[in-house]
C-alpha cells in the first residue's frame, strides 16, 4: 500500500526560509519519482520541483528556480523542499506526490498524494 505523509509548513516571514518533508511508503527504490506541487486559493495547482530515482534528476519550476531546492534520501524513501527567500505569492498549500516511471509537470499524471500542508507568508 503506497503512503505519502508529509511534515513541515507553517508561517514565515518574507525573505525567510521553511523546509518540508515526504516520506513515502510502499514505492520502489527505483524508476519513480517524487515532486511538489503546490495550489492557492482560486488557482490551478502548479508544478514546484521533482526528482526521480534512480538518476536523481531534479527539475523546478520557473517560480521557484534559485530560491527552493528539492532533495532526496533513498535510504529513507523521502523527499524534501527547502525554501529560501519566500515571497508572499509562495503561500499556498504544498502537496507532495509521486508517480511511477518517468516524472513530469503535470498533476494529473501523478497516481499518489500526500495530505497537503499550508504555508504561509507574511509581507
Known amino acids: 500500500q503506497v503512503q505519502l505523509v508529509q511534515s513541515g509548513g507553517g508561517l514565515a516571514q518574507a525573505g525567510g526560509s521553511l523546509r518540508l518533508s515526504c516520506k513515502a511508503s510502499g514505492l520502489p527504490f527505483s524508476n519513480y519519482a517524487m515532486a511538489w506541487f503546490r495550489q492557492a486559493p482560486g488557482k490551478e495547482r502548479e508544478f514546484v520541483a521533482a526528482?526521480?530515482?534512480?538518476?536523481?534528476?531534479?527539475d523546478y519550476g520557473d517560480s521557484v528556480k534559485g530560491r527552493f531546492a528539492i532533495s532526496r534520501d533513498s535510504t529513507r524513501n523521502t523527499v524534501y523542499l527547502q525554501m529560501n527567500s519566500l515571497k508572499p505569492e509562495d503561500a499556498a498549500v504544498y502537496y507532495c506526490a509521486a508517480k511511477l516511471g518517468v516524472s513530469t509537470t503535470t498533476p494529473i499524471a501523478y497516481r499518489y498524494w500526500g495530505q497537503g500542508t499550508q504555508v504561509t507568508v507574511s509581507s
Open positions: 526528482v526521480r530515482w534512480p538518476s536523481g534528476t531534479t
